[in-house]
């Protein structure tokens, strides 16, 4: 006994969101997936800046299924301190200011996170921003500190720094 193919389309506004079923990401809006076996599916529609929408689609009854998403924008909130403070705070390559930084009203989705500070190692992090939460992190930066070598001619010199 054969199986007629069974397909699921998916489409949402705005358009362009990743499309995952059963925890595999299938591709993006709209879409159309195709070969599926006659049996329920956890079907999940997600765009950066709104809120993640997960459905049960069921295929038992009909061989073609349309699903459309109609996304909501949602928005988290972030606080960034580091040790020491002033570190350039960059996301998705924009700059967004120094630490500590709080922002209240921050697209839910994922960042790409660059702490910069003078003299010091640049500090990477993805942020995973959810909806109606406020994301906390604290970072610390290692100093590179450096060595100072003097030599005076003639020697014996007197050498003072910061004052001492």
């Known amino acids: 006994m054969t199986h007629a193919a069974y397909s699921v389309i998916v489409t949402s506004t705005p358009p362009g969101a990743k499309v995952a079923l059963d925890g595999a990401t299938k591709g993006v809006t709209p ?3 195709i070969g599926l076996k006659p049996r329920n599916y956890a079907l999940v529609v997600s765009l950066k800046g709104y809120a993640a929408i997960s459905r049960t689609v069921d295929l038992s009854d009909a061989t073609q299924s ?7 924008k ?21 700059s967004r200011g120094v630490t500590p930084l709080k922002i209240d009203s921050l697209p839910v ?27 906390a992190k604290q970072y610390k930066f290692d100093l590179e500190l450096g060595k100072l070598s003097v030599s005076t001619d003639p020697a014996g010199a007197s050498i003072t ?4």
């Open 109 to 135: 989705g994922d960042y790409a996170l660059t702490l910069k500070l003078d003299g010091s190692t640049d500090i990477t992090d993805t942020l995973s921003v959810k909806e109606g939460i406020v994301l």
């Open 66 to 72: 349309t699903q459309d998403f109609s996304l909501v």
């Open 31 to 33: 879409l159309t997936l």
């Open 161 to 164: 720094t910061g004052g001492q």
């Open 74 to 94: 949602a928005f988290g909130k972030l606080s960034i301190v580091s040790d020491p403070a002033g570190a350039q705070v960059i996301m998705d390559g924009k």
